[in-house]
């Protein structure tokens, strides 16, 4: 059992440099800890106890304190900045026909209308978020000129 416990630590130590997700490492421990069981002539039960209990300790106390190492937070880019912006239609956007475009920083984008509706060119709308090279975008209720004249006076 000895030879099979420390192909296990192997195999598991494998794993663990192929996935780097911290998936495996406990096991690859568990694994020593029950090849030194058998080194010392531990029946097969409680190899198999110490495995577990050994891999099921690394993972609960070493787990939370090493997590930060495999995070995979979004990391912002610039094109995130946009978001929240607000920019013009420059091509009447309709999700169903598939068109539309907006510019911003003098760049233009494909959009789409996060709720589906058709926006006219010209539209002030505003950046919901970006799916893939898409802008998602909703219209900006502007007031005209007769309804500030009437917020005025």
């Given at each position: ?6 192909i ?20 690859a ?12 002539g ?35 880019t610039?094109?995130?900045m ?8 420059t091509?009447?956007?309709?999700n ?58």
């Amino acid at each position: 059992m000895l030879v099979f416990w420390l192909i296990g630590v192997g195999v598991f130590l494998v794993i663990e440099a192929i996935s780097a997700a911290l998936c495996s490492i406990w096991f690859a421990v568990g694994a020593l800890f029950a090849a030194a069981a058998a080194a010392l002539g531990g029946p097969i039960w409680l190899q198999i106890l110490v495995f577990a209990a050994v891999s099921g300790v690394c993972f609960a106390v070493l787990y939370p304190k090493l997590k930060h190492l495999v995070s995979r937070h979004h990391h912002p880019t610039n094109v995130d900045m946009l978001i929240g912006q607000t920019c013009a239609v420059t091509q009447r956007i309709d999700n169903l026909a598939e068109t539309g475009a907006v510019s911003i920083a003098g760049k233009t984008w494909t959009a789409r209308s996060s709720d589906g509706q058709v926006i006219e060119p010209e539209t002030v709308v505003r950046i919901q978020h970006i799916h893939g090279v898409k802008m998602i975008v909703t219209p900006i209720k502007q007031e005209s000129p007769a309804d500030e004249a009437s917020a005025q006076g």
